[in-house]
């Protein structure tokens, strides 16, 4: 490729360097911290290397003004009437913090959960919320209404459920996990693949909900997974979902281990440094898995989960929890 494109040996390694970024954070802005990266190659040597291949050239030239784009607003995800980069709230440039606000508050109250949609405004001014699934028209919905009528500051706009959002993806998970739960261990795992298909599927985050109830009464795996719309860092609302999803093997010499710490937890906390109205009044033992992850989808690797937490089916915490 070097001799190929004409750049130097060090614009070849930073290129190399920007792309295990890019890979490592499933784009370019990093998982921990949003910021933008820009790559140390110049711009003509991206250029050089973009003309490798035809495919590869008309790719470059889709997204050339936008790689090295270095204002202070774009170099942060974040809110777009702030200037700042989204696409939590695609081909929606106008959309203010306070629509998002007042639109995010009112779905709640209609029961809908949100880590699975995104948000649109259109041209009209009216609103559409776009929820990830495979179908436009499920079978089932999570709230029966898909149009209302807004009052208070946005008196008189639509907002309407818009089905089928990343529907070719959707499609191809919900597929593959129906697949999967033809190879289910036991009755738990089996429940669980199911909801995961009809989340996916049919875009219903209840559904996401009670795979998390079954895959808690799951003890025990040897093959722990889960995936779906998590944690909710990366949209500046903090309420939207990102995709994550992970599959590991049980290391069984360390979950012993710290199962004997758990064993031991009710006679270790009478001695820490605080009273005993500052503890439960009685210890609730929780089931720890220590694991060795195969795959992790998602934009940063977390140095371990605490599954579930309230807010959301699962999330980041010091150790690896089940």
């Not at 508050?105 to 949609?117: A, S, V, Y």
């Not at 999803?245 to 069984?252: D, E, I, L, W």
């Amino acid at each position: 490729m070097q001799s190929k494109t004409g750049i130097s040996e060090d614009d070849l390694k930073h290129f190399l360097s920007y792309a295990a970024q890019f890979i490592g954070n499933t784009g370019n802005y990093r998982s921990f911290g949003d910021s933008k990266i820009i790559p140390r190659i110049p711009k003509e040597g991206f250029a050089k290397l973009a003309k490798a291949s035809q495919a590869a050239e008309k790719l470059y030239n889709t997204f050339k003004d936008d790689l090295y784009e270095s204002s202070i607003a774009r170099m942060h995800l974040g809110y777009p009437d702030k200037g700042h980069v989204s696409t939590y709230y695609p081909d929606s440039p106008n959309i203010t913090t306070d629509e998002i606000a007042y639109t995010a508050d009112f779905i709640k109250e209609k029961g809908l959960l949100p880590e699975n949609t995104r948000m649109r405004k259109t041209s009209s001014g009216d609103f559409e919320v776009l929820i990830a699934s495979a179908v436009t028209e499920p079978a089932s919905r999570d709230v029966k209404e898909s149009e209302w009528t807004l009052s208070g500051p946005l008196e008189g706009k639509k907002l309407r459920l818009v089905f089928g959002d990343h529907a070719t993806e959707m499609e191809k998970i919900a597929s593959n996990l129906a697949e999967a739960k033809k190879c289910a261990a036991n009755p738990e795992e089996e429940s669980m693949q199911a909801e995961y298909v009809k989340s996916f599927h049919d875009g219903s985050m209840e559904a996401h909900k009670n795979s998390q109830r079954h895959w808690i009464k799951d003890l025990g795996p040897a093959v722990e997974s889960n995936i779906g719309f998590i944690e909710t860092y990366r949209d500046p609302h903090g309420i939207r979902g990102e995709w994550e999803g992970f599959a590991a093997c049980v290391n069984k010499e360390r979950t012993k281990a710290f199962g004997k710490l758990v064993e031991a937890a009710p006679a270790q906390i009478p001695k820490l440094p605080w009273g005993a109205e500052f503890e439960k009044d009685k210890f609730l033992s929780p089931d720890f898995t220590s694991l060795e992850v195969l795959t992790f989808a998602g934009s940063g690797i977390p140095a371990g989960i605490n599954i579930p937490n309230v807010s959301v089916p699962w999330h980041i915490d010091s150790l690896p929890h089940h």
